[in-house]
């Protein structure tokens, strides 16, 4: 049986690997020098029941809740006009891919928590506050409750210390979307 070239010579195997990743570095532009490739890292996550998701921050656009009902994406305000008095809460906007398109998400304040086991109401309220959250109600039966949390990243960064917690099933944060016309 005769072997092909590249196998009799393994240098020569090595080289021409060499070559083609030397090729497609200058290429792609990361031979340049100074050139770092882009960030597309998302900027926080969270946990959709055992799965972690990437999130993107909109840098441009937050969404705001008023103190009832539902909430709307603007452009950020400034800093002096962001310290003025106002019944509105605020939350970065956030993406699932780094293009920043497709449904944004926003955090309008609690985080849903499912129990391990189903309990009576009673005693899932109890669990509930023995380990310091407000429970606001059940979603799901006795199972699912929503707990109250502020707005935006506090709601977040407490959905996923309760995930890592493992005292519960899941938790994750109370997600706002805009509504789309059917």
């Known amino acids: ?24 570095s200058v290429f792609s532009g990361a031979a340049s020098a100074g050139a770092e490739p882009p960030t597309v890292a998302p900027v926080t996550s969270w946990h959709d029941g055992r799965q972690t998701r990437g999130l993107w921050l909109d840098p441009t656009r937050e969404a705001e809740f008023a103190t009832r ?9 400034a800093p002096q006009a962001a310290t003025q008095p106002s019944q509105a809460q605020r939350s970065p906007l956030f993406f699932d891919n780094p293009a920043l398109n497709g449904t944004p998400r926003a955090l309008p304040g609690g985080v849903l928590v499912e129990l391990k086991i189903p309990t009576e109401t009673n005693a899932a309220r ?12 059940a979603i799901v039966g006795d199972r ?8 935006g990243l506090a709601a977040l960064e407490l959905a ?23």
């Open 160 to 182: 996923n210390r309760l995930q890592q917690g493992g005292r519960y099933a899941s938790a994750q944060p109370n997600w706002w979307q805009p509504r789309v016309p059917k």
């Open 144 to 151: 699912i409750w929503l707990v109250a949390s502020p707005p």
């Open 1 to 24: 049986m005769k072997m092909p070239p590249m196998y009799r010579r393994p240098h020569l195997g090595m080289i021409i690997q060499m070559l083609g990743v030397l090729i497609f």
């Open 126 to 137: 109890l669990q509930l506050e023995s380990d310091g959250l407000t429970p606001v109600r």
């Open 69 to 77: 009902g539902g909430g709307t994406v603007q452009p950020k305000q």
